[in-house]
RNA sequence: GGUGAGGUGCCUGAGUGGCCGAAAGGAACGGUUUGCUAAACCGUCGUACGGGUUAAACUGUACCGAGGGUUCGAAUCCCUCCCUCACCGCCA
């Protein structure tokens, strides 16, 4: 969330870039600042109160030491006194840092300058194009027919198992999917990314603080029996790794990546673009987060987009890059970059990563910190993105390299895979 | 799941009602010494929110797993919850 001290020194841009998300709820800037006046008052107030019963308390001990047990007596009535003023105190103290702590949670991350102000998806702004879409003969057919044809991911039979959402891989289905992994894994690593194998359920605590909860609570599933929850996205866990921690300015960058399966409820969004891998309720993906200082992380955000502008290039598929819009972006996000490749028996650009800088936004609730020598603890901020979603990568890796022969497989993917062709 | 022990600062660990934001040691950081390394010695070595200041200095409050309670006063007593460890049971 953002930090009440900035948002009193710059109200003003704060509104401006607020409307860059078509955020409505301006009123709310001013009711912070508000209750936060009112939260500096009643501190003061209670903190004197609460000192003289302090000071008070000192004397008493001392005069039933001495045996003056009368002037004891007196001055435990005074105590008593002001204890009755204290307690109404307290309790509007902390209504109101609850309410102040909720009506920031309610504002959004201000998109960064380089954001577009528009709407829609219509809105976001091509950056730039990669790869060669490739022709298919008229015989080419979208990967839920290649997957059954070549006997690769089994939907009916995820229907059965679970629900409707969850396929099952088989075969070489099984065996891409896994060689992809690795891959993805062996190339973040190599580039200077520590791995982690994390649980795949979290708690509350790690939930909030990457902002699934408490906006984003209908799109997790819930194991209310031990209020866990699955993970959407590896984002979570990773970087809670490093929830309330002070870590020195010279470890920094953190680099984590981290290959989890992730669950998503994603009610309301059934029938369009839901077909085979499309949109699924069980997925696997590797991701990249990184830890960074605050005025490193628009560097960071560079390199993450080549990396992953690399990785595409590997796979010999075409993408492009999105900046999107205001209004199609996170909650939580400063600039958001969407990569898309082009599945080309759909003839649907599919997104299969998302990089995002989160600014001081997400460390803020999670109390992310570093701390020079001897100086103050700072807000750190935080970066993340997919390296890659494997669904709609395999979706058009099985689309764009289908020939009458089998479906090839990119360069890279021989030796993990252990073969050239599917 | 059962029984027992326990959760104190970066770590180890002392502290059972006021003199405790908290001993001691270690680590880390700065410095002195040193041909280098090591050692030795000196110093620093919490966080949040207020007040104060141009900024500091200075100063108040809170925090010893979390939340409540008792008390003039709680790390210390009581209650609830969470977690960790050990042993047993069960099981990958």
Not at 11 to 21: C, D, F, P, T, W
Not at 175 to 203: C, H, K, M, S, T
Not at 238 to 266: G, H, Q, S
Not at 288 to 310: F, G, N, R, T, W
Request: glycine share 6%; charged share 25%.
């Amino acid at each position: 969330m953002l930090q009440v001290p900035f948002i009193r020194q710059n109200k003003e841009l704060v509104l401006e870039r607020l409307a860059v998300k078509h955020f409505k709820e301006t009123a709310l800037i001013d009711e912070i600042i508000a209750l936060d006046d009112r939260r500096k008052k009643l501190t003061l107030e209670y903190d004197e109160t609460q000192a003289q019963v302090n000071s008070l308390s000192k004397e008493i001990g001392k005069l039933m030491a001495q045996g003056k047990k009368e002037e004891g007596e007196q001055q435990r009535a005074a105590v008593n006194a002001l204890k009755e003023k204290l307690g109404p105190v307290n309790e509007e103290l902390n209504a109101t840092e609850k309410a102040l702590h909720d009506t920031l949670a309610k504002i959004p991350n201000l998109p960064s300058v380089q954001v577009p102000a528009g709407k829609t998806p219509e809105d976001n702004v091509e950056v730039r194009r990669g790869g060669t879409i490739p022709t298919l003969d008229a015989a080419a057919v979208p990967h839920w027919d290649l997957a059954k044809k070549y006997d690769l991911i089994d939907f009916e039979l995820g229907n059965k198992i679970t629900g409707s959402g969850f396929p099952v891989f088989k075969n070489k289905g099984a065996r891409l999917q896994r060689a992809l992994i690795q891959y993805f894994l062996d190339y973040n690593i190599g580039n200077g990314y520590l791995e982690y194998a994390p649980p795949y359920l979290v708690n509350e605590a790690s939930a909030y603080g990457t902002g699934q909860l408490p906006d984003k609570e209908g799109q997790m599933y819930h194991a209310t029996e031990d209020n866990y929850y699955l993970i959407p996205t590896a984002e979570v866990p990773v970087t809670n790794i490093y929830r309330d921690e002070i870590v020195k300015d010279t470890d920094l960058p953190i680099r984590m990546t981290a290959y989890t399966p992730c669950f998503r409820r994603e009610a309301g969004s059934y029938g369009k673009d839901v077909r085979g891998l499309n949109r699924v309720h069980q997925f696997d993906k590797v991701e990249i987060v990184q830890i960074v200082h605050p005025e490193k992380s628009y560097e960071a955000l560079d390199e993450m987009v080549a990396h992953i502008e690399k990785l595409l290039n590997a796979l010999e598929l075409p993408y492009r890059i999105l900046r999107l819009c205001g209004g199609d972006m996170s909650f939580a996000s400063a600039i958001t970059y969407d990569f898309e490749v082009y599945s080309a028996a759909q003839q649907k650009w599919l997104e299969v990563s998302s990089v995002s800088n989160f600014e001081a936004y997400q460390t803020n609730r999670m109390k992310i910190r570093y701390k020079e020598n001897n100086g103050k603890p700072q807000l750190t901020h935080s970066l993340n993105g997919s390296s890659l979603a494997l669904p709609r990568i395999m979706a058009s890796l099985l689309e764009n390299n289908q020939t009458p022969d089998g479906i090839r497989l990119p360069e890279v993917l021989h030796r993990y895979f252990g073969d050239t062709t599917i």
